[in-house]
Nanobody, 118 residues
Framework: VQLQASGGGLVQAGGSLRLSCSAS????????MDWYRQAPGKQREWVAG???????SYSDSVKGRFTISRDNAKNTMYLQLNSLKHEDTGVYYC?????????????WGQGTQVTVSS
């Protein structure tokens, strides 16, 4: 499984972006997908997740501003980022966890840079 993240860029505070993460290869149907981000000098943190059934969850820092979604037919996950803040700046990574296996393998995308100017 290969993941390709895209959609990052430079945006002013208060603006919006839409990130995409496309999965290719042999993608199982029982998978969870997540977005993480890593700011300069900080550890990677979980941002939001969505199950194969569409259940979503968010970190407190983005709840109400970001929306995660997926299109299973296209093997693609999205993250709509609204009301962006400077502290949202970082590299955003997508992750897919294949729940069909007893020891679920996890796959990561290469990351896409989001920069929010204050």
């Amino acid at each position: 499984v290969q993941l390709q993240a895209s959609g990052g860029g430079l945006v002013q505070a208060g603006g919006s972006l839409r990130l995409s993460c496309s999965a290719s290869g042999i993608v199982g149907r029982q998978n969870d997908m997540d977005w993480y981000r890593q700011a300069p000098g900080k550890q990677r943190e979980w941002v939001a997740g969505i199950s194969s059934g569409g259940n979503t969850s968010y970190s407190d820092s983005v709840k109400g501003r970001f929306t995660i979604s997926r299109d299973n037919a296209k093997n693609t996950m999205y993250l709509q980022l609204n009301s962006l803040k400077h502290e949202d700046t970082g590299v955003y990574y997508c992750k897919l966890t294949d729940r069909a296996w007893y020891y679920p393998p996890a796959y990561w995308g290469q990351g896409t840079q989001v920069t929010v100017s204050s």
